[in-house]
């Protein structure tokens, strides 16, 4: 097999990040859009060692688990990477996705696993959107997302899992840059000024946030465009986010209000939560109802507990946490997200809540070390990278009787499932929540007990 060679492909499985797997004479080729069942001809891409990726040219018989794809751009968008699968399917794929990663990674034979609690409506979920700013070939000012692994911008101002809101916001700051000529940032050059805009919506309150982040200290015009931007119903914040730095990370640290609150309120079950642009919020309000109440379930309080939620953001665990526990100490990096998270516990009259600003694996580290400092319960829900050692080791000498684990990485989460099993834990339940349908990516609750 060499690069360009086409080839008639039967997809037999599905990689992690949702690619079709074909074998030809047992050598696997990885190819992205094409689902299991289907047949497919391929072109060679690239050939490696022990696999290779093709591109799908052509469906010559399509998978029986084939459904419509509503977005045309489903192909050439990075966004969405299982869109043609039935949703039934996705979840599936899910379940045996993190099934395999807790056998291969964590050493579990049979894992606890649970059906993964999946959306009746998965489209216009987000709450969020960072929409990249640039120009097309014609030189024209466009938005959209990120074309896979590359940042050629797939222009496209309603991605259908976004809020219909974006297209009118997005339309007006495009059409305000073009006749004011405001240029948009290039990333090879490191000119021009607007870099992205945040948009954020509070499913409970309708509340609209909009953010521009910039590559520069202010932005010619900004009332007008204020002025334009407010006419949208449920527009309560505009802001601009100064980041000069030539980095693919979206969001500087310094912000700057124009319009209204720096923040936008949300609501989840009973709990209201103010939220700054720079502090982490669940992009899916309807699974994350879900996966807070499955971790207040699996925390087991009766109301006399101390428990600590590490990755805490702004408090939402926390507080959810707090309706129930004897008191909460929340740790989080971000000192914006801390600040959110205290005024959060004010706001919701919550005053058994306490909120440590700092990493989890130093601040855990040093209380423990310093003040002797006792858990009932551990809650974590650490980014993509997981937890650090030192984070685990300390929460293995804080012998918490249980321990929820919430992931969106299931390889990371198997990986430091292990470590804590071999701590002394047993894992008692597995409960994966779609929070991203259309998306390859999975959110699991775990719950481990103390042997
Ligand atoms: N539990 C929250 C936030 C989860 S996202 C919620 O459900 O909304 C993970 C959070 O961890 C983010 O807020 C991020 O800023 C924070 N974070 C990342 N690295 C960290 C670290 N080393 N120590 C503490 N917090 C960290």
Not at 387 to 411: E, G, H, N, W
């Amino acid at each position: 097999m060499k690069k360009n060679d086409l080839l008639t492909l039967t997809i037999e499985g599905m990689g992690n990040e949702g690619e079709g797997i074909g074998k030809v004479d047992g050598f696997p080729l990885f190819v992205k859009d094409a689902l299991p069942g289907d047949v497919i001809e391929a072109k060679v891409l690239k050939v490696k060692k022990s696999y290779g990726y093709g591109r799908m040219m052509r469906i010559l018989q399509a998978s029986p688990d084939r459904g419509e794809a509503p977005c045309g751009l489903h192909r050439s968008c990075g966004g969405c990477q299982i869109q043609a699968l039935s949703y039934e399917k996705q979840l599936k794929f899910k379940e045996e996705k993190v099934r395999s990663q807790l056998i291969r990674i964590g050493g579990f034979s049979n894992p606890p696993l649970l059906p993964v609690v999946g959306m009746e409506k998965p489209f216009r979920y987000r709450n969020k959107a960072q929409f990249p700013i640039g120009r097309d070939r014609e030189g024209r000012l466009v938005t959209g997302f990120y074309a896979s692994r590359t940042h050629a911008i797939i222009s496209n101002t309603d991605c259908l899992l976004g809020v219909p809101e974006n297209q009118r916001i997005l339309e007006m700051i495009l059409d305000f840059m073009e006749k004011e000529g405001i240029a948009p940032y290039d990333e090879t050059t490191g000119t021009g000024l607007v870099r992205h805009v945040l948009i954020r919506k509070g499913f409970a309150t309708g509340e609209l946030m909009v953010c521009l982040v910039i590559n520069g200290t202010g932005f010619p015009g900004v009332e007008r465009l204020a002025d334009a931007l407010f006419t949208i119903p449920g527009m309560t914040s505009l802001t601009l986010n100064v980041n000069r730095k030539n980095t693919n990370v979206i969001l500087g640290q310094k912000l700057i209000p124009v319009r209204g609150q720096a923040f936008i309120t949300d609501r989840i079950g009973r709990i209201s939560y103010q939220i700054s642009p720079l502090s982490f919020y669940q992009v899916n309000p309807v699974q994350t109802e879900k996966l807070y109440e499955t971790a207040l379930r699996y925390a087991g309080l009766t109301g006399a507990e101390t428990v600590w939620d590490l990755y805490c953001g702004i408090g939402t665990i926390s507080l959810f946490l707090a309706q129930k526990a004897g008191r909460v100490y929340g740790v989080e990096v971000v000192p914006e997200a801390v600040e959110d998270a205290r005024q959060n516990a004010r706001l919701n009259g919550l005053s058994n809540v306490e909120f440590y600003e700092g990493k989890a694996e130093v601040v855990l580290p040093k209380l423990y070390r310093e003040k002797g400092i006792h858990a009932d319960v551990i809650v974590v829900d650490p980014p993509r990278k997981g937890c650090d050692r030192a984070c685990l080791d300390t929460m293995l000498a804080m012998a918490p009787k249980r321990i929820v684990y919430v992931s969106c990485d299931s390889a990371t989460l198997a990986r430091d499932l292990k470590l804590l099993c071999e701590g002394g834990y047993e894992l008692k339940k597995v409960q994966p929540v779609d929070m991203f349908p259309q998306t390859a990516g999975i959110e699991n609750v775990t719950l481990l007990n103390k042997k």
